[in-house]
T-cell receptor
Framework: GNSVTQMEGPVTLSEEAFLTINCTYT??????LFWYVQYPGEGLQLLLK?????DKGSNKGFEATYRKETTSFHLEKGSVQVSDSAVYFC????????????FGTGTKLQVIP | DAGVTQSPTHLIKTRGQQVTLRCSPK?????VSWYQQALGQGPQFIFQ???????QRGNFPDRFSGHQFPNYSSELNVNALLLGDSALYLC??????????????FGPGTRLLVL
């Protein structure tokens, strides 16, 4: 079956530091890939997505590139802010079928001033 | 344009009881998926409804059942509640009519506590 593996957290960074959260996946076919963010006490918000190999998703300074050769979709941001503190989930949606989404376990990011 | 809405926001039940959670999809969406998110974990897929039928199901027992109405809204029912059912239940909506590029949008969730 499909699976998503994320780096374990928590990740603690100083403000303006560079962020990388690793994500690799296992899937058949050609899944779409997503990063969702969850702020404390809230539901999930879509951060960015990529639907085919070599696509780069970007939003709010975050970006991730769909690498089929390494089955990866690492999240990066050049300069994090305190407001980026949240839990980040990597996810894939299988191709075809009824769009079931498989999530990773999440990586908690804490940015300190 | 209203996003995905869920009710209630919080719920406390005791073991053995039954619970019904509700979800209204984003305008223009026809597909509803339900997820269970235990504390500190990623969401786990429960099932998905389209055209008022369950189309796909995750690894959850029959105690978990659902329904989709003609207006695309949906209910999640859980019978014979266990302590382990305590979690955040998330509803997500999407549209099959826009082919496979459509994204799932999530509601704020219902937090269920089973005592």
């Amino acid at each position: 079956g499909n699976s998503v593996t994320q780096m374990e957290g928590p990740v603690t960074l100083s403000e303006e530091a560079f962020l990388t959260i690793n994500c690799t996946y296992t899937a058949t076919g050609y899944p779409s890939l997503f990063w969702y963010v969850q702020y404390p006490g809230e539901g999930l918000q879509l951060l960015l997505k990529a639907t085919k190999a070599d696509d780069k998703g970007s939003n709010k300074g975050f970006e991730a590139t769909y690498r089929k050769e390494t089955t990866s979709f690492h999240l990066e941001k050049g300069s994090v802010q305190v407001s980026d503190s949240a839990v980040y989930f990597c996810a894939l949606r299988e191709s075809g079928g009824y769009q079931k989404v498989t999530f990773g376990t999440g990586t908690k990011l804490q940015v300190i001033p | 344009d209203a996003g995905v809405t869920q009710s209630p926001t919080h719920l406390i039940k005791t073991r053995g009881q039954q619970v019904t959670l509700r979800c209204s999809p984003k305008s223009g969406h026809d597909t509803v998926s339900w997820y269970q998110q235990a504390l500190g974990q990623g969401p786990q897929f429960i099932f998905q409804y389209y055209e008022e039928e369950e189309r796909q199901r995750g690894n959850f027992p029959d105690r978990f059942s659902g329904h989709q109405f003609p207006n695309y809204s949906s209910e999640l029912n859980v019978n014979a509640l266990l302590l382990g059912d305590s979690a955040l239940y998330l509803c997500a909506s999407s549209s099959r009519q826009t082919h496979l590029g459509e994204t799932q949008y999530f509601g704020p969730g219902t937090r269920l506590l089973v005592l």
